[in-house]
T-cell receptor, first 113, second 119 residues
């Protein structure tokens, strides 16, 4: 079964780069890795998605090694507003070939002034 | 703002009752997924609907059921409520370009959730 493991919490300071690593040892060959951000009392918000190597968008970068058993979300120069819970998401194949998305427990990032 | 709305925002029920939660998808999306998120946990996948048909179900009992309507809005119904059903219920809409060979999760746009308390 697909399963993700992330650090429970991380602390950082404004202006620093933050790297959050997720392990997903049983990721399916054709599965992607997706990261979401969640603020209290809100639904998760898509950050970035990738399959291998490196993906970059306007808010983050995602690094995926060749074995794809882990991925690292990189947030450049964090600000106080980046304080949130960050989830990586992979999936399982359910009955009938349906895709079952599986969130981990998330990493609570606290950014200090 | 994702364009996904949910109602109600909060709800209190007693054990044994039934509840219906509603979700309005983002315009143009044909897929809706429902999740249960207990306090301090990540969202747990309940099921997904694609073009009004259930397409994938997590480890939830049959008393959790759903519907997707022709306008792609959706309902989550939970019968015989239990105390452990207290959670934040999230719906997420996405655009699936067919199911054949589908092997990854499209970008999901989540609503703000409905917080359900079962007493």
């Amino acid at each position: 079964l697909a399963k993700t493991t992330q650090p429970i919490s991380m602390d950082s300071y404004e202006g620093q780069e933050v790297n959050i690593t997720c392990s997903h040892n049983n990721i399916a060959t054709n599965d992607y890795i997706t990261w979401y951000q969640q603020f209290p009392s809100q639904g998760p918000r898509f950050i970035i998605q990738g399959y291998k190597t490196k993906v970059t968008n306007e808010v983050a970068s995602l690094f995926i090694p060749a074995d794809r058993k882990s991925s690292t979300l990189s947030l450049p120069r964090v600000s106080l507003s980046d304080t949130a819970v960050y989830y990586c998401l992979v999936g399982d194949m359910g009955t009938g070939g349906s895709y079952i998305p599986t969130f981990g427990r998330g990493t609570s990032l606290i950014v200090h002034p | 703002e994702t364009g996904v709305t949910q109602s109600p925002t909060h709800l209190i029920k007693t054990r044994g009752q039934q509840v219906t939660l509603r979700c309005s998808s983002q315009s143009g999306h044909n897929t809706v997924s429902w999740y249960q998120q207990a306090l301090g946990q990540g969202p747990q996948f309940i099921f997904q609907y694609y073009r009004e048909e259930e397409n994938g179900r997590g480890n939830f009992p049959p008393r959790f059921s759903g519907l997707q309507f022709p306008n792609y809005s959706s309902e989550l119904n939970v019968n015989a409520l239990e105390l452990d059903d207290s959670a934040l219920y999230l719906c997420a809409s996405s655009l699936a370009m067919g199911l054949a060979g589908r092997n990854y999760q499209e970008t999901q746009y989540f609503g703000p959730g409905t917080r359900l308390l079962v007493l």
